[in-house]
């Protein structure tokens, strides 16, 4: 495997092999309806020097996203609790109103999953931080979703981030990449997404009844999701963990 990782700028005709059926599986099909994603996919041409594409050969095999913003500010001293869906807006307001950014965010790395399992991922964050270095930022933020928190959802995230091998790094492989690449652990970010849906999409979406109020364990999310069956709907608010990235530029 001859890997190369480049920005979408350096390769900008690899962008439409970042999308397609073949990433179908990448994620849980709940995670596609956060209304929010669209303010930053919907046009990602923006933040092309931003995006880091991976080739096998002539094939897309991985990516990597990130978005600027305006870091800490006098209205922004804190990361926010809401993680991903937060630092979206922010970026995309900065975009829109010409706010100089200071800070990068990631918000997502993606392997193919045929490609899963061999050390990409390290290889993904270590081109991330590069790239944000390169840019001249001195921090990278994460809003990290722990990959194997859906194994655990019932419990809090407060209590899974603080899950330590004996070797002083995370137990949750996710975390330990960031970790062992320099990433601290800030602080969780407990309303990281919130994804809503009818009665009948949360159907489509999971394949489940949906059929009794209360919380439901669906695969692949974090924690349960919130059934309300006389109300038609249903709410998952998922808890991510920020990571700081110190860079030297
Ligand atoms: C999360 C993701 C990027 C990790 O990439 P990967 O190729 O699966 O992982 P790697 O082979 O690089 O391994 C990373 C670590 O996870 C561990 N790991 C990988 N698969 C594992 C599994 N099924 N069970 C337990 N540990 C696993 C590896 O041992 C390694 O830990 P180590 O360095 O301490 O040995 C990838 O699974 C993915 O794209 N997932 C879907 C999208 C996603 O959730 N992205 C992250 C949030 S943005």
């Known amino acids: 495997m001859a890997v190369v990782v480049t920005t979408v700028a350096e390769r900008p005709h690899l962008r439409e092999q970042m999308g397609g059926p073949r990433w179908d599986d990448a994620w849980p099909e709940f995670m596609d309806h956060d209304p929010v994603a669209d303010l930053y996919y919907s046009d990602t041409t923006r933040w092309a ?11 897309v095999i991985a990516k990597g996203y990130t978005i600027p913003f305006a870091f800490p500010t006098e209205q922004r001293q804190t990361l926010p609790d809401g993680g991903w869906d ?13 706010v100089a950014p200071t800070a990068c965010s990631a918000l ?11 050390g990409l991922s390290k290889t993904m964050v270590a081109a991330m931080r590069d790239m944000v270095a390169g840019l001249g930022f001195s921090d990278l933020y994460a809003p990290v979703r722990p990959s194997q928190k859906s194994r655990e959802p019932d419990m809090p995230m407060s209590e899974y981030v603080d899950l330590w091998r004996d070797d002083g790094l995370p137990v949750d492989p996710w975390l330990r990449v ?23 999409q949360w159907r489509a979406w999971t394949g489940l009844p949906f059929d009794q109020s209360g919380p439901v364990v669906v695969p692949g999310a974090l924690v349960p999701v919130h059934v ?6 249903a709410v998952y608010v998922e808890p991510n963990v920020w990571m700081r990235h110190r860079l030297t530029p």
């Open 49 to 59: 020097k931003h995006i880091l594409v991976a080739t096998d050969g002539d094939e």
């Open 108 to 118: 997502e790395i993606t392997i193919l999953p045929s490609y899963r399992g061999t």
């Open 178 to 200: 960031h970790a062992r690449l320099g990433g601290e652990i800030v602080a969780v970010c407990p309303t990281a997404m919130t994804i809503t849906g009818t009665l009948a």
């Open 228 to 233: 309300d069956v006389p109300n038609d709907h």
């Open 86 to 98: 937060t630092v979206i807006r922010w970026g995309s307001s900065d975009y829109q109103l010409g």
